[in-house]
């Protein structure tokens, strides 16, 4: 298969560097007209290296150059439209590296070489045009390359790359010339048979070629016509309309081949394999058993159709992949409170202390001298129940009565007289820290393009309601929620053998009880895309985050005096921070048999 349909298909490229990389130069910049064709030529002298790729909006096509210089005059591109090349630009990009930007109509699949001390990128075009060059015409050079005739894509399969022709060149002048007497004379000139068609008696031609690839002459005669030309074997030229020359393939035999797929599934090869065959003649079939295809075709055309699954049904590396996912919760809690109980011995509450029925205490002599001297209660009152005293004058009060501390680490109680009252005060405090540190590594292994997945976990039941045609019809079905720890990576080795992976990191649990509607989940993950080297670790996500609670009660206006005001009331300081770090490193593993071929 051509490396342009791997690019269509692809839709990212990155290609790896064609040659050593050394000290070099670039030239010269060229654009030059093929059969089909567009060519972009770029000189360069000495040794150095090539990468490729596509940009959006705008479409782009980017090569850089590397180790190389600029040493090509500084010319600016004139603007005409060559083959869907609207602008060309070039520069010293990086100290070694020269880059040239093509700006295209649209992003289509093209053909990158290296070779002849030249970088040749071939894009198809059905239109023509005059070339183009930094440097002056007379210095223009093309590659040596032996032409064939190709037609268009919808007439016969893709022909192999092209390059610019190097036949003997023509000059000459037809006015309203036969088609039969224009292509008597390219027969004569090539030295091949040119047949035409039965219907092309009454097309005349008009033109002038001057100084003309005799091959590059005859092609845009036949454009002009609305004509195509395959070559047939032994050197037979055949000329005809693009619509008789696509009849031809309906009267031509079908040939069935058994193509066994060794890397790749089958039944997704088909689609591909599907849009160049025949059409309406070429049908292709899965054999799920044997991870076969069964191709039926025409038989000029089956040989393409076998030779392009053996481009797609290639060894692919695989890919190790290790994971860190680091989880830290870490909670701090800060609490203080005071309460106070004041009380007369004949009025107060029993909310905070609990004090002795004066009117039925009895009194005791503890110390012998027949005096008494202390009060020995017979009952106490209970919680709810309160003394009012209702023979005068009298206070008593609580504060913060209701207010606790679960669990405190310090319960202090004071208690004085002042004057004819007793004052009681209870102290709650509580500081407590609680860090929860969850790592996970998890380790898998996948080919290339395929998706790795990871759950360590459980599986939460879920009530779901679901409602039928009736509200009677109305059942309550099961579902089962993952939680854990999931990851999901799918990586891409490009032609550099770097790794393009995309990454998706989960970590959720069951953060509270089941109710009538179901369950509350925690989740924290991230989704990303990212391009590493081999054995790179690359940090996916990293995010923190802090919840600050401050709660404050107690008795109005007191509790907010500056220093003093926490005497007065409960106070909680409640602060969650939450840390997510998921590392990602891949490894590329080459099978065993390419190894030992590399050495």
Same mark, same amino acid.
Do not use: C
């Given at each position: 298969?051509?490396?342009?349909?791997?690019?269509?298909?692809?839709?990212?490229?990155?290609?790896?560097?064609?040659?050593?990389?050394?000290?070099?130069?670039?030239?010269?910049?060229?654009?030059?007209?093929?059969?089909?064709?567009?060519?972009?030529?770029?000189?360069?002298?000495?040794?150095?290296?090539?990468?490729?790729?596509?940009?959006?909006?705008?479409?782009?096509?980017?090569?850089?150059?590397?180790?190389?210089?600029?040493?090509?005059?500084?010319?600016?591109?004139?603007?005409?439209?060559?083959?869907?090349?609207?602008?060309?630009?070039?520069?010293?990009?990086?100290?070694?590296?020269?880059?040239?930007?093509?700006?295209?109509?649209?992003?289509?699949?093209?053909?990158?070489?290296?070779?002849?001390?030249?970088?040749?990128? =071939?894009?198809?075009?059905?239109?023509?045009?005059?070339?183009?060059?930094?440097?002056?015409?007379?210095?223009?050079?093309?590659?040596?390359?032996?032409?064939?005739?190709?037609?268009?894509?919808?007439?016969?399969?893709?022909?192999?790359?092209?390059?610019?022709?190097?036949?003997?060149?023509?000059?000459?002048?037809?006015?309203?010339?036969?088609?039969?007497?224009?292509?008597?004379?390219?027969?004569?000139?090539?030295?091949?048979?040119?047949?035409?068609?039965?219907?092309?008696?009454?097309?005349?031609?008009?033109?002038?070629?001057?100084?003309?690839?005799?091959?590059?002459?005859?092609?845009?005669?036949?454009?002009?016509?609305?004509?195509?030309?395959?070559?047939?074997?032994?050197?037979?030229?055949?000329?005809?309309?693009?619509?008789?020359?696509?009849?031809?393939?309906?009267?031509?035999?079908?040939?069935?081949?058994?193509?066994?797929?060794?890397?790749?599934?089958?039944?997704?090869?088909?689609?591909?394999?599907?849009?160049?065959?025949?059409?309406?003649?070429?049908?292709?079939?899965?054999?799920?058993?044997?991870?076969?295809?069964?191709? =039926?075709?025409?038989?000029?055309?089956?040989?393409?159709?076998?030779?392009?699954?053996?481009?797609?049904?290639?060894?692919?590396?695989?890919?190790?992949?290790?994971?860190?996912?680091?989880?830290?919760?870490?909670?701090?809690?800060?609490?203080?409170?005071?309460?106070?109980?004041?009380?007369?011995?004949?009025?107060?509450?029993?909310?905070?202390?609990?004090?002795?029925?004066?009117?039925?205490?009895?009194?005791?002599?503890?110390?012998?001298?027949?005096?008494?001297?202390?009060?020995?209660?017979?009952?106490?009152?209970?919680?709810?129940?309160?003394?009012?005293?209702?023979?005068?004058?009298?206070?008593?009060?609580?504060?913060?009565?209701?207010?606790?501390?679960?669990?405190?680490?310090?319960?202090?109680?004071?208690?004085?007289?002042?004057?004819?009252?007793?004052?009681?005060?209870?102290?709650?405090?509580?500081?407590?820290?609680?860090?929860?540190?969850?790592?996970?590594?998890?380790?898998?292994?996948?080919?290339?393009?395929?998706?790795?997945?990871?759950?360590?976990?459980?599986?939460?039941?879920?009530?779901?309601?679901?409602?039928?045609?009736?509200?009677?019809?109305?059942?309550?079905?099961?579902?089962?929620?993952?939680?854990?720890?999931?990851?999901?990576?799918?990586?891409?080795?490009?032609?550099?053998?770097?790794?393009?992976?995309?990454?998706?990191?989960?970590?959720?649990?069951?953060?509270?009880?089941?109710?009538?509607?179901?369950?509350?989940?925690?989740?924290?993950?991230?989704?990303?895309?990212?391009?590493?080297?081999?054995?790179?670790?690359?940090?996916?996500?990293?995010?923190?985050? =802090?919840?600050?609670?401050?709660?404050?009660?107690?008795?109005?206006?007191?509790?907010?005096?500056?220093?003093?005001?926490?005497?007065?009331?409960?106070?909680?300081?409640?602060?969650?921070?939450?840390?997510?770090?998921?590392?990602?490193?891949?490894?590329?593993?080459?099978?065993?048999?390419?190894?030992?071929?590399?050495?």
């Amino acid at each position: 298969m051509k490396r342009s349909l791997m690019l269509a298909l692809a839709g990212l490229v990155l290609v790896a560097p064609r040659a050593l990389a050394g000290p070099g130069e670039v030239t010269a910049v060229s654009v030059l007209p093929g059969p089909g064709r567009a060519h972009v030529v770029i000189d360069v002298r000495g040794s150095v290296s090539v990468q490729d790729f596509t940009l959006q909006n705008p479409a782009r096509l980017v090569i850089d150059v590397l180790g190389a210089k600029l040493s090509a005059p500084g010319v600016v591109y004139d603007g005409q439209n060559r083959g869907g090349i609207v602008n060309i630009r070039y520069a010293q990009f990086r100290p070694d590296v020269v880059r040239i930007v093509l700006e295209l109509e649209s992003l289509r699949g093209y053909e990158l070489e290296y070779a002849d001390d030249a970088i040749r990128v =071939t894009l198809g075009t059905d239109r023509s045009f005059t070339a183009w060059s930094s440097t002056a015409p007379a210095q223009l050079q093309a590659p040596d390359e032996d032409r064939t005739f190709a037609p268009p894509p919808a007439v016969l399969p893709p022909a192999t790359p092209i390059q610019v022709s190097q036949q003997p060149p023509v000059t000459a002048s037809y006015d309203s010339a036969t088609i039969g007497e224009v292509m008597a004379g390219f027969a004569e000139l090539s030295g091949k048979s040119i047949v035409l068609g039965k219907d092309l008696g009454d097309l005349y031609v008009t033109a002038e070629i001057n100084n003309q690839p005799w091959d590059v002459a005859f092609q845009a005669i036949l454009e002009s016509q609305g004509l195509s030309a395959i070559e047939e074997p032994p050197g037979i030229i055949r000329v005809d309309s693009r619509a008789a020359l696509a009849a031809r393939d309906s009267l031509e035999a079908l040939e069935t081949r058994i193509v066994r797929i060794n890397y790749a599934r089958a039944a997704a090869l088909v689609p591909v394999l599907q849009s160049i065959v025949t059409p309406e003649r070429g049908k292709v079939v899965v054999d799920t058993g044997t991870n076969s295809l069964i191709i =039926t075709d025409i038989e000029s055309r089956i040989d393409d159709d076998v030779a392009f699954i053996g481009e797609l049904d290639i060894q692919t590396p695989q890919v190790s992949i290790q994971g860190k996912l680091i989880f830290v919760n870490r909670t701090d809690i800060e609490e203080l409170g005071v309460k106070y109980d004041l009380g007369s011995p004949t009025q107060f509450f029993n909310q905070l202390v609990q004090r002795s029925d004066p009117r039925t205490a009895q009194p005791i002599d503890t110390d012998g001298d027949g005096v008494p001297d202390q009060i020995a209660p017979t009952s106490f009152f209970s919680e709810d129940v309160n003394i009012i005293d209702l023979g005068g004058n009298s206070l008593s009060a609580v504060t913060n009565a209701e207010a606790t501390i679960i669990q405190p680490a310090l319960q202090l109680i004071f208690s004085t007289a002042i004057g004819n009252f007793s004052l009681t005060s209870f102290v709650d405090a509580l500081q407590r820290v609680e860090l929860a540190d969850l790592q996970a590594e998890p380790l898998t292994s996948t080919a290339d393009n395929t998706e790795a997945y990871i759950l360590v976990g459980e599986r939460t039941p879920v009530r779901v309601l679901e409602a039928g045609a009736q509200q009677a019809e109305a059942r309550i079905a099961v579902e089962y929620v993952q939680t854990g720890i999931l990851l999901r990576v799918t990586p891409h080795v490009t032609n550099n053998r770097q790794v393009l992976m995309s990454v998706r990191a989960e970590n959720s649990s069951l953060a509270a009880a089941p109710s009538d509607v179901g369950f509350t989940f925690q989740t924290q993950e991230a989704e990303s895309q990212v391009l590493v080297d081999d054995g790179q670790t690359a940090v996916i996500a990293g995010l923190t985050v =802090t919840e600050v609670t401050v709660s404050k009660s107690g008795i109005p206006f007191l509790v907010d005096l500056p220093i003093i005001g926490s005497l007065f009331g409960f106070s909680q300081r409640r602060e969650q921070r939450r840390d997510l770090l998921i590392l990602v490193t891949p490894h590329i593993i080459d099978s065993p048999t390419a190894s030992a071929e590399t050495q």
